[in-house]
């Protein structure tokens, strides 16, 4: 298993679009044995979820939400054109 077959895979599972069988497994544990930088991806991500699991709600302040909606609406329509 290359990196980019790691990542590809772990994206799609992590997206909920594949399933890994018993062997992908082995696959993916023996291709993190030996490979540094996908460790600390894989790492990065283990932090990530669990920063996410034990974290608070954070409140916005009402200025910032507000501009933070207005932001996204305008990129959206840039990118999109405006919603019905």
């Given at each position: 298993?290359?990196?980019?077959?790691?990542?590809?895979?772990?994206?799609?599972?992590?997206?909920?679009?594949?399933?890994?069988?018993?062997?992908?497994?082995?696959?993916f544990a023996e291709h993190l044995a030996g490979c540094n930088p996908?460790?600390?991806?894989?790492?990065?991500?283990?932090?990530?979820?669990?920063?996410?699991?034990?974290?608070?709600?954070?409140?916005?302040?009402?200025?910032?939400?507000?501009?933070?909606?207005?932001?996204?609406?305008?990129?959206?329509?840039?990118?999109?054109?405006?919603?019905?």
């Amino acid at each position: 298993m290359t990196c980019e077959e790691l990542l590809k895979a772990l994206n799609e599972y992590v997206d909920g679009a594949l399933d890994l069988s018993e062997a992908e497994c082995q696959r993916f544990a023996e291709h993190l044995a030996g490979c540094n930088p996908c460790q600390i991806v894989v790492d990065n991500i283990r932090g990530t979820i669990e920063l996410f699991r034990n974290g608070k709600p954070f409140p916005l302040p009402a200025e910032f939400k507000t501009r933070l909606n207005q932001t996204l609406r305008q990129r959206w329509a840039e990118k999109f054109g405006r919603s019905a």
